[in-house]
């Protein structure tokens, strides 16, 4: 008799389908190790470049905290550098006021004092001993003035001149100084 090879085939096929499949359920375990999930080894590639660019904007991420970071410490630096000049200029405007109220008082005071001066001055001037006698203005012929005294002296034209002018000057002087100290302060500042 002969040896039924049919079956023996048929029991080598099977073991040997047996056998790729365990081969390949072994493949299967030793390519979730490798990759970490159930992805296909034919996408390992893709895996390959978006770990690539992953970690490219990983580094990103962190230059740009780095750099936050940088611009945050200099806002720091400079709301401090504006915290000091703001006290600086609060500390220039105490002294601005106080010294403007020092000015304004002792303005106050200089004027008073001037007024009671100039009051008590003049009726002296009018009155005293040296006292210039009342002078008359008299036209020339050739166009200009003299003053004539009640003597009958004339006075000469150019101090007629020199009187104007430094009356003249008085007035402007005195439109100054009513003006005030204080507020010629605030016209500079």
Not at 142 to 163: A, E, F, I, K, V
């Amino acid at each position: 008799m002969t040896p039924d090879t049919s079956a023996e085939t048929h029991d080598g096929f099977a073991h040997a389908a047996d056998r790729t499949d365990e081969l390949a359920s072994r493949l299967e375990a030793v390519e979730r190790t490798v990759t970490g999930t159930d992805t296909d080894v034919s996408s390992l590639e893709d895996v390959a470049a978006i770990e690539d660019r992953l970690s490219t904007v990983e580094s990103t991420v962190e230059s740009l905290s780095e750099r936050l970071d940088e611009v945050d410490a200099a806002t720091q630096a400079v709301r401090g550098y504006l915290g000091g000049v703001r006290t600086v200029n609060e500390d220039v405007e105490r002294r601005a006021n106080a010294a403007l109220a020092k000015a304004e008082s002792l303005e106050s005071a200089l004027v008073d004092e001037s007024e009671m001066t100039f009051e008590s001055a003049a009726p002296e001037q009018q009155s005293g001993p040296d006292a210039e006698p009342p002078q008359h203005r008299r036209s020339r012929s050739d166009g200009q003035h003299s003053r004539t005294r009640p003597d009958g002296q004339h006075s000469p034209n150019h101090l007629d001149d020199q009187h104007s002018r430094n009356h003249i000057d008085d007035q402007h002087t005195s439109a100054e100084s009513t003006r005030g100290l204080a507020a010629r302060l605030r016209d500079v500042l």
